[in-house]
Structure formats: C-alpha cells, structure tokens
C-alpha cells in the first residue's frame, strides 16, 4: 500500500432522518444486532466485531456515526518523513460524509509492536470534524485527557508512544476485529462491540428492536415471576406478537 496518504474516489453516501438516529440510540448493539438478523439482508456472522475492541475511556458509551475510514502504519518510518498529524487532505475529504462521523482506523502494524493510533490531539482533531469517537485494531494512549474530552476510544489496547506512526490513506475499506467498513458505513457501537447498520434497512431497525425487546422482556419478568412453570415458560418464547 503506498507510503504517500491517498483518498479514495469512492462517492458520497446519504444519512438517515436524524430522528431515525435518535431511535437506534435508545438500544444496545445486541438488540440492534437481532434486528438486523430478522431482516435477512446478510448472514448472521457477518457485519459486526469479533472479540478485543475494548472502550478504553469509559464503561458504557454508545456512539452511532457514519465510518470515516484510515490505514496507519505505526512500526517503521514513513518514506516521506511525514508524521500522522502532518498530512491534511483528509481534512477537506471527511466533510464530504454525513455527520455524526466515527473514525475508523486499522493499523496494518498491529500486533507488530504497541504504539498508539490516537492520542489527546489527534482525538481533539477528530471530535472538531464531527467525529463521535473512534474505533481502531490499534492501539491509543492519553486516556484520562481524552476521557475529559468525551470521545469515546475503543481499541484493542494502550500505548505509551505513537512511535513511528503515520497516515497510509484515508476513505478506503478498512477491516477491524473481522468488521468489513466501507467510508460512509453506519456504525454502531458501545461496550459490546461495533455493529455495521445497512443503510437501506435503518428505518425499519428501531420498530423490530423494540418488538423483540417486549418479547424477551416477557420472558425475562416470567422467569423472575413465583408464578413461573415450564409450560408458561414455552408458551412465552414461542409467543409471535
């Protein structure tokens, strides 16, 4: 992959209603997943995060954004000499997405050595471009001074340095934890993990999550009730409304 940060040609993408946003928030990742199962649209282990991300700044955020995409290399010098903060075209791409933003960057040299993907500046950068938090198979440091910011960062682990780390490209696929992101992808995500949401479905997401949380809430109160038996038991989980 070339040394010199490139953006991809790929085009814009449309949001959502916000007021579709404010309705996906009010669940967690898990209830959002089932929704998207019963929507068929994708196999059941597809579209979500393998174990490792870990929020590392706070215990229980939810964030939702559209995918702001980077590839870092953090193990070697850059070929220009350049830095991850010097680069700035980025800067100019990023506003092309919907807001809210997260940014999603996969370090091609994690597991080479721990250095770190975000700190306090970068992380300060990334909120004033409306970015909500951010994901990475990396590495991040400064979390006391980012959690005073209130930008969530997940991440497999933390670092001392940032080392040699600098920006390969932005707005190309990147893949965290098994998690295949396109740029502009909706993202979902909190202390379970990260859920992708396809955009063609989202309006209907809220409405199905709420009808399965009723259904396991049923079962769950019965199942704490004196009154329960097995046959109520049956009865509750194969209930279709």
């Known amino acids: ?17 916000s007021s579709v946003l404010e309705a996906i928030r009010q669940f967690d990742t898990c209830a959002i ?13 597809e579209g979500y995060t393998r174990e ?9 955020p939810r964030v939702l954004g559209y995918a702001a995409t980077f590839h870092v290399r953090s193990a070697e010098p850059s070929l220009t000499g350049q830095p991850y903060v010097e680069p700035t075209d980025w800067w100019t791409s990023i506003q092309h997405l919907p807001v809210p933003r997260i940014a999603v960057i996969e370090d091609l040299d994690a597991g080479r050595g721990s250095a770190s993907c975000v700190g306090e500046v970068h992380a300060a950068i990334l909120k004033a471009f409306h970015c909500e938090a951010v994901l990475t198979n990396g ?5 006391p001074g980012v959690r005073e910011l209130g930008f969530p960062m997940f991440a497999r ?29 909706l993202l979902y995500a909190d202390c379970h993990g990260a859920v992708s949401i396809p955009l063609e479905i989202a309006s209907d997401i809220p409405r ?17 009730s004196p009154e329960f038996t097995i046959e109520k038991l049956h009865t509750a989980i194969n209930a279709t409304d």
């Not at 997943?33 to 282990?45: D, P, T, Y």
């Not at 490792?52 to 706070?58: E, I, P």
């Not at 199905?208 to 704490?224: F, Q, Y």
């Open 1 to 17: 992959m070339s040394e010199t940060p490139v953006e991809s040609q790929t085009p814009p993408r449309l949001g959502v209603p």
């Open 33 to 45: 997943a089932n929704a998207i199962e019963q929507s068929r649209v994708r196999l059941r282990n």
């Open 52 to 60: 490792g991300l870990l929020c590392l700044t706070s215990e229980f």
């Open 139 to 143: 590495a991040v440091r400064d979390v």
């Open 157 to 185: 682990a933390v670092a001392v340095s940032h080392s040699y780390r600098h920006l390969v490209d932005f707005g190309s696929p990147v893949e965290i934890f098994g998690l295949k992101v396109r740029p502009g992808d």
């Open 208 to 224: 199905t999550a709420e009808k399965i949380r009723a259904h396991e809430r049923r079962i769950i109160d019965l199942c704490l």
